[in-house]
């Protein structure tokens, strides 16, 4: 590039210095020494230029086999993107009938596996209830006849010593005694049943309350999921 610019110097330099024609804006210049420089002009331009000079005569060309390739690429890319999308369609809904299917087994078993623990709990609530009422009974019905045999044991002792001032005197403090002591074991005793009792039940019901959170829990992780496989669609 160094040698063009240097010839389009002596090119201008030699129109500059070349003899004018009078009247004229014209000049007279050596022709031997332009064409020798235009020959040097033309040798020092680059082979680059030449082959642009090629591309620009046959740009047309280029043009239209680079429009035709480019419609046959988009052509080949539309039909092979509208494979894979069939495809696609195809294995989500297939991927989709298979999961709900798997849902409603799931939900199915799960419901199954639920009334089947209800009705474990229910069986054994009512066993717990039943067994709670028999040991209330028993304790009532031993309070019952600890508290009779004790206010007999007072009226016997009682009558026994009613025939002597003093002595009747410290029998019936001695009766009253027992009869309260008495009282007070029948009132001690049916406490107990009945705290016994209420333990039982409180036992059963939070047993119960427990069984009942889990399946609710259960029911409800089910419909969750068997809901986001019905209505969403998949990912990934």
Do not use: W
């Not at 690429?73 to 894979?84: H, N, P, V, W």
């Not at 410290?170 to 009132?187: C, G, Q, T």
């Amino acid at each position: 590039m160094y040698r063009v610019f240097e010839s389009l110097d002596e090119l201008v330099q030699t129109v500059e210095q070349a003899y004018g024609v009078p009247m004229t804006s014209n000049c007279m210049v050596p022709r031997n020494e332009m064409l020798a420089l235009l020959d040097d002009l033309r040798n020092a331009l680059p082979v680059e230029l030449d082959d642009a000079q090629d591309v620009l005569d046959q740009r047309d060309e280029i043009i239209r086999g680079a429009e035709e390739r480019a419609n046959s690429t988009i052509e080949k890319a539309s039909a092979e993107a509208a494979d894979l999308v069939e495809g696609a369609r195809q294995d989500s809904e297939a991927m989709v009938a298979d999961a709900e299917n798997r849902s409603h087994a799931a939900v199915a078993k799960a419901e199954d596996e639920a009334d089947r623990i209800v009705g474990s709990a229910r069986r054994e609530a009512e066993d717990t209830v039943a067994r709670a009422q028999n040991e209330a009974d028993r304790l009532v019905a031993n309070g019952n006849e600890q508290y009779q045999r004790s206010v007999d044991e007072g009226l016997a002792e009682q009558h026994r010593l009613v025939s002597e001032s003093e002595v009747v005197r410290r029998a019936d403090e001695e009766a009253h005694r027992i009869v309260d002591a008495a009282h007070a074991d029948s009132n001690r005793l049916r406490q107990e049943c009945d705290a016994f009792v209420e333990n039982k039940l409180a036992e059963f019901e939070e047993a119960l309350s427990s069984t009942l959170r889990t399946v609710a829990r259960d029911r409800r992780a089910l419909r969750s999921g068997a809901g986001a496989s019905g209505t969403r669609s998949y990912e990934g």
